[in-house]
């Protein structure tokens, strides 16, 4: 069973890389047009737009002291240990 079980992975596989190998030349394509469509006018609004979604703010004072990555080593260090 266990074979079976492996082949139709590798199949599903195999199946899901061919499907994004068809689906990269409609990309492709894709990408294109929408670069061929870009004004600068578009392309600035597009910029404004993303650049105004920013925090003006600075990060707060527990993220200025701490990234988080000590109290994250410690929980998994714990739960290793369990």
Do not use: F
Not at 26 to 37: H, M
Request: hydrophobic content about 45%.
């Amino acid at each position: 069973m266990g074979d079976n079980r492996v082949m139709l992975e590798t199949s599903q596989q195999r199946a899901w890389m061919a499907q994004w190998r068809a689906a990269r030349g409609a990309l492709r394509e894709q990408r294109a047009r929408e670069l061929r469509a870009l004004t600068d006018a578009s392309a600035l609004a597009a910029a404004e737009a993303l650049l105004s979604t920013a925090i003006l703010t600075g990060p707060s004072e527990s993220r200025r002291t701490s990234s988080g990555l000590v109290r994250q080593q410690a929980l998994l260090h714990h739960r290793a240990q369990s």
